[in-house]
């Protein structure tokens, strides 16, 4: 079983930055798939960015939305058993509830069915 906890999100201003976290407490996190995704008021939850499980020092893929990329950076730390998202360049369309995932041999990054464990999400809030 993996439980996630996300923590970081606030009020922020619009050209402005944030960094999320999501502790993992289950074993093996460097064995899980990992991913970030948002559900703003009234809409449907959508993929934000993604990065592979990962041993040591091999290579980490990373998948980002159109809408994020080049402003948002994920990264994990297995020694911390931490995912991160780094926000900048913040603007009102990136208000939502951000929510971390894991999954287990991930074909499709951005698609929600393929993660196995969800977090309770942490709010951000971007104002004009």
């Known amino acids: 079983q993996v439980r996630l906890v996300e923590s970081g999100g606030g009020l922020v201003s619009a050209g402005g930055s944030l960094r999320l976290s999501c502790v993992s407490s289950g074993d093996r996190f460097s064995e899980y798939d990992m991913g970030w995704f948002r559900q703003a008021p009234g809409r449907e939850r959508e993929f934000v960015a993604a990065?592979?499980?990962?041993?040591?020092?091999?290579?980490?893929?990373?998948a980002y939305a159109d809408s994020v990329k080049g402003r948002f950076t994920i990264s994990r730390d297995n020694a911390k058993n931490t995912l991160y998202l780094q926000m900048n360049s913040l603007n009102t369309d990136d208000t939502a509830v951000y929510y971390c995932?894991?999954?287990?041999?991930?074909?499709?990054?951005?698609?929600?069915?393929?993660?196995?464990?969800w977090g309770q999400g942490t709010q951000v809030t971007v104002s004009s």
């Open positions: 990065i592979r499980w990962s041993t040591g020092w091999t290579s980490r893929s990373t």
């Open positions: 995932a894991a999954g287990r041999d991930v074909q499709a990054q951005s698609h929600q069915a393929e993660y196995d464990y």
